[in-house]
């Protein structure tokens, strides 16, 4: 089977063709990030507008690259939430024209199921990457039972998969998300959007001059010895905000390059000891046979490092999956492998967007 996925949900613009839910055929991606980087964040309604001039370019290309033709399709994939109304209108319209004017299928995705679809995905003969970072990605289906991490900008959650269709929700977090977190730290810390990438670089720079890993500050791990899986990043955001204030140069009210580094590092640390501490305690728990990563914060090097290492020590049989650091961003290759795998056609003219979907669909 071979489906054409659209992802709308936020400010990039993307078309994949996959065939089987695994091989990815083609994959286009038209983004805005360097706009919203001038503003230190996305505008919703400049953010669709941008979508709205590249949506069809992009599902040409797409299609194009593939060398195939629309009758050789089979079906539509569209995510239709969560995400920015206008944004996911953009996609959900489309995808519901091409549905009507080309007699195929349509099927609505959850963006955040398919960024566990992640996982399910392979390189095809068409399809360029950069070369994947050192993790313990694996190319093969992960198996079930599947614990998966979804860790993105608005969303963290983790989800118990016992088959396709079949999740039960663990935990997530009760205030901002830890992508978030990284964002707005990194702004405290007067460095780019988005912050996770800033961050990582600039605490790469403090690892680089400290061998022996010494930090010198220490943020507070909230929720860490709580028995639950749920997370809170508002106090470190909190706590990042104070420290920031007390180091500032009280002439030029800024920090200098060494501090900057140095905090960056301890921000991201603090976050993924909560995040590898807790969903290790769910898979003793549990006892998955797979660990699945998923969301723009598992393009995090250093949390796919902590995740393999304490998998290691602890002697924990389970497969580590981490998918590259392109399919773990915003992209309509997981879209049309979670239609594939999740398969539910639905009605073109029935097709509604849902700006709060959660991950468990409410």
Known sequence: MVILGIETSCDETAASVVEDGRKVLSHVLASSADMHAKTGGIIPE?????????????????????????????????????????????????ARTLAYVWNKPIVPVNHLVGHIYANWLVA??????????????????????????????????????????????????????????????????????????????????????NSKHEKLHMFPRPMMDEKNFDWSFSGLKTAVLRETEKLKNKKTKKL??????????????????????????????????????????????????????????LKLKINLHVPPPLLCTDNASYIAAAAYYNYKPVDWRKITVKPELTIMGE
């Open 46 to 94: 400049v953010a669709a507008r941008e979508q709205v001039k590249a949506i069809l370019p992009v599902i040409n290309e797409a299609i194009e690259n593939c060398k195939l033709k629309i009758e050789n399709l089979d079906a539509i994939a569209v995510t239709a939430g969560p995400g920015l109304i206008g944004s996911l209108l953009v996609g959900v319209e489309t």
């Open 124 to 209: 095809g003969s068409t399809w360029h990457v950069e070369k994947p970072q050192a993790t313990s990605y694996k190319p093969h289906a992960p198996e079930f039972p599947a614990l998966a991490l979804v860790v993105s900008g608005g969303h963290t959650d983790l989800v118990l998969m016992t088959a396709h269709g079949k999740m039960k929700w663990i935990g997530g977090t009760r205030d901002d998300a830890a992508g978030e977190a990284f964002d707005k730290t990194a702004r405290l810390l007067g460095l780019p959007y988005p912050g996770g990438p800033a961050i990582a670089a600039e605490a790469a720079k403090f690892e680089a001059r």
């Open 256 to 313: 200098s390059g060494e501090e900057i580094s140095c905090l960056a590092a301890e921000i991201q640390e603090a976050i993924v000891d909560v995040l590898v501490t807790k969903t290790i305690r769910a898979v003793k728990k549990f006892k998955p046979q797979s660990l699945l990563l998923g969301g723009g914060v598992a393009a995090n090097q250093r949390l796919c490092e902590e995740f393999k290492l304490k998998i290691e020590n």
